[in-house]
């Protein structure tokens, strides 16, 4: 299929890279002009605009920021909306709040392409492999016709609901990871004083009732990071990880509801942030309330 990917960031170009690793015939586009060098290597077609690739594509993907980065992908003169989309499919894959979905639904529709919300859960690793977890949003006919392309990007899809649902469900199954990993940090607090192995500490803590999947997943990468050594490059940021909370907060505001955990936990990670956190990976996450609590690792 010719599939076209406008927004090349950290997961979208892992997924373009695994949708030409999987036989698409994959064109690209992306703001930040250098981010298209490595895809165009590995044999996509490059455009210069987003309508562009819309008009040379069959089915567009985009995974962008937040409502802002959407919003100038899609719209203005040069937009994927001003190219020649009747009749395609377009899947955005974004986080961001329902309502962002909802509206970009009706201006997709307004131009006769079929529209799907699929928000994911894994990073960078899972994207490149095609092992993402889906969370769909969009009419049983639409979400049927992008069914096949979403199963070869994630591990296993879910069609949650109408267009909203997706994102809606996205934000709560990121929530407690988000609040984890500040829960994880506290906990270190308690034992730090032990000198026990970080490495030992995380296969451990992952075989008790609190233990989510990201300790096995990331274990090793928490634990270099509670001991102060390298993680590596960032592949989901506190940056990332702050958007994120301030839409789960923004979104339960509109339901006329408060999220105090998350609310808290996001006034910590912005306190992190200011202190230079904000480009390291959200393993580095549980290292930051130690920092701030010294004295818990001198041993008695
Ligand atoms: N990283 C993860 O592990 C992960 C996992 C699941 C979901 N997500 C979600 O996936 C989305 C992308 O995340 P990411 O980690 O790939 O982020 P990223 O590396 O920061 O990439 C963001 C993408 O959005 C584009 N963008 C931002 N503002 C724009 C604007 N005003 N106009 C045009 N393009 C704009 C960026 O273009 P430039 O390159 O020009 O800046 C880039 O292509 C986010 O919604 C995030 O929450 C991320």
């Given amino acids: 299929m010719r599939v076209g990917v406008a927004g090349l960031g950290r997961m979208g170009s892992a997924i373009a890279a695994h949708l030409i690793d999987v036989g698409h015939e994959v064109t690209v586009w992306n703001r930040t002009a250098d981010k298209v060098k490595p895809l165009a290597a590995a044999g996509a077609k490059t455009a210069a605009s987003p309508a562009e690739l819309a008009s040379a594509v069959e089915a567009i993907v985009t995974i962008l920021t937040n409502r802002e980065a959407i919003a100038a ?27 962002t979905e909802v ?45 096949p392309l979403l199963a070869q990007m994630c591990r296993r899809v879910e069609h949650v609901g109408a267009v909203g649902a997706g994102s809606s469900m996205k934000l709560a199954l990121n929530l407690p990871l988000m609040v984890y990993y500040q829960a994880l940090g506290e906990a270190y607090v308690l034992c730090r004083h032990l000198g026990l192995d970080t490495k030992w500490l995380m296969e451990f803590l992952s075989d008790t009732s609190g233990a989510p999947n990201i300790l096995k997943v990331r274990g090793p990468k928490i634990a270099a990071a509670l001991a102060g050594g390298d993680v590596g490059p960032p592949a989901f940021d506190v940056d990332s990880i702050r958007k994120d909370l301030v839409t789960m907060v923004a979104e339960a505001k509109t339901r006329g509801a408060t999220l105090p955990l998350a609310e808290k936990t996001l006034a910590i990670y912005d306190e992190a942030a200011k202190e230079g956190w904000g480009k390291r990976d959200g393993a580095w996450l549980p290292a930051y309330w130690p920092t701030k609590n010294p004295r818990t690792g001198e041993k008695r």
């Fill in 73 to 99: 992908v899609y719209e203005g003169p040069s937009g994927l909306l001003a190219g020649n989309v009747k009749g395609k499919l377009v899947v955005d894959m974004s986080t961001v709040q329902p309502e």
């Fill in 103 to 147: 509206a970009l639904a009706e201006k997709v529709r307004a131009k006769g392409a079929a529209f799907v919300e699929c928000p994911v859960g894994g990073t960078v690793g899972p994207a490149r492999d095609g092992k993402l977890l889906g969370v769909a949003g969009g009419t049983k006919e639409d979400f049927a016709r992008a069914q």
